[in-house]
């Protein structure tokens, strides 16, 4: 299944911050193209590396989850710069922007440290990007350079924190998939027959395994659950050993629509090289009426197995 073609990433209001040493002009256009975004920084015009290290404030970064998805948006990022720093740089080495934060909460039991914390976002397009570095056991990384700007607006030398890209690739004797290209919360529910008076078990974002016992028939990610946008638009329930022999039931559902007027999506299920059965089309605001429910969505196609 091909996704859509999905542009860069739009950048909202910019905070300036105030840098008395900095000879770097800020560019609010260039951070359009940027491979990143930072939410409440400031885009500066060049790359990362370009401004000299004159100082000795150094920064790092605290991320929760060093994994992205291409199209991420406001991933939480935190950190600690210093000493005598009020700002702090982020970038890709070679982007045509990077960004700065102000870091003004001193750190406790050490006041010539300054926290910071910030919404990262990256473009859909970033596979596309040469700045990529793929390593030699096959993982693409991000390489995000992160830099302390002293009271004096100088530079000090680059911590690097690689973020490493997810490119929900699946595999598995059995996988039911389904894809959307909207920041909306959709779910995919998956019907698996079972031995029980209902016949079936349901998974789906509430109830994300098949079989507790074991990890097989499970939901992977809950893809933008409760409007949190992470840019994967992609659920899928996998089993990488025997799924249950019957008939299944393939729903999608809308739980919010996050503020957009409809969604469009794609859904099918596969063991290897062979389809089992596919299906898309568009929901609508209409959709989301008890859509955050089990037994919610709409039956979109059905399969046996094997």
Same mark, same amino acid.
Request: charged share 15%.
């Given at each position: 299944?091909?996704?859509?073609?999905? &542009?860069?990433?739009?950048?909202?209001?910019?905070?300036?911050?105030?840098?008395?040493?900095?000879?770097?002009?800020?560019d609010?256009?260039?951070?359009t193209?940027?491979?990143?975004?930072?939410?409440?920084?400031?885009?500066?015009?060049?790359?990362?590396?370009?401004?000299?290290?004159?100082s000795?404030? =150094?920064?790092?970064? @605290?991320?929760?989850n060093?994994?992205? @998805?291409? %199209?991420? =948006?406001d991933?939480?990022?935190?950190?600690?710069?210093?000493?005598?720093?009020n700002?702090?740089?982020?970038?890709?080495? &070679?982007?045509?922007?990077?960004?700065?934060?102000?870091?003004?909460?001193?750190?406790?039991?050490?006041?010539?440290?300054?926290?910071?914390?910030?919404?990262?976002?990256?473009?859909?397009?970033?596979?596309?990007?040469?700045?990529? #570095?793929?390593?030699?056991?096959?993982?693409?990384?991000?390489?995000?350079?992160?830099?302390?700007?002293?009271?004096?607006?100088?530079?000090?030398?680059?911590?690097?924190?690689?973020?490493?890209?997810?490119?929900?690739?699946?595999?598995g004797t059995?996988?039911?998939?389904? #894809?959307?290209?909207?920041?909306?919360?959709?779910?995919?529910?998956?019907?698996?027959?079972?031995?029980?008076?209902?016949?079936?078990?349901?998974?789906?974002?509430?109830?994300?395994?098949?079989d507790p016992?074991?990890?097989?028939?499970?939901?992977? @990610?809950?893809?933008? %659950?409760?409007?949190?946008?992470?840019?994967?638009?992609?659920?899928d329930?996998?089993?990488?050993?025997?799924?249950?022999?019957?008939?299944?039931i393939?729903?999608?559902?809308?739980a919010?629509l996050?503020?957009?007027?409809?969604?469009?999506?794609?859904?099918?299920?596969?063991?290897?090289?062979?389809?089992? %059965?596919?299906?898309?089309?568009?929901?609508? !605001?209409?959709?989301?009426?008890n859509? !955050?429910?089990?037994?919610?969505?709409?039956?979109?196609?059905? @399969?046996?197995?094997?």
């Amino acid at each position: 299944m091909v996704r859509l073609a999905r &542009g860069l990433l739009e950048i909202g209001a910019l905070c300036a911050i105030t840098t008395p040493a900095c000879h770097w002009t800020p560019d609010t256009s260039s951070g359009t193209n940027s491979v990143i975004r930072v939410e409440g920084g400031q885009a500066m015009r060049g790359s990362i590396s370009d401004p000299s290290s004159a100082s000795k404030a =150094t920064a790092v970064i @605290f991320p929760r989850n060093p994994a992205i @998805f291409a %199209g991420v =948006t406001d991933k939480s990022i935190k950190g600690i710069v210093g000493p005598h720093a009020n700002t702090v740089a982020l970038g890709v080495a &070679g982007d045509v922007a990077f960004w700065q934060v102000p870091a003004l909460d001193p750190v406790q039991n050490d006041p010539e440290s300054f926290n910071f914390a910030f919404g990262l976002s990256i473009s859909r397009d970033v596979w596309n990007s040469p700045l990529l #570095q793929v390593g030699a056991d096959g993982t693409t990384t991000l390489p995000l350079s992160v830099r302390g700007v002293d009271n004096a607006g100088n530079f000090g030398e680059a911590t690097i924190q690689p973020l490493f890209l997810d490119s929900s690739a699946i595999t598995g004797t059995l996988a039911v998939t389904l #894809q959307w290209e909207t920041p909306t919360d959709l779910d995919v529910h998956v019907l698996v027959p079972a031995n029980n008076d209902a016949g079936y078990v349901e998974v789906w974002s509430k109830a994300r395994s098949a079989d507790p016992k074991t990890p097989d028939g499970t939901l992977d @990610f809950d893809s933008n %659950g409760n409007c949190q946008i992470d840019g994967r638009d992609q659920e899928d329930v996998v089993w990488q050993g025997a799924p249950p022999v019957g008939h299944y039931i393939v729903r999608v559902a809308a739980a919010s629509l996050c503020g957009q007027t409809s969604a469009a999506w794609w859904a099918y299920a596969s063991v290897p090289s062979v389809s089992k %059965g596919e299906a898309s089309g568009v929901l609508t !605001e209409a959709a989301t009426r008890n859509g !955050e429910a089990a037994g919610s969505g709409v039956t979109v196609f059905e @399969f046996d197995y094997p």
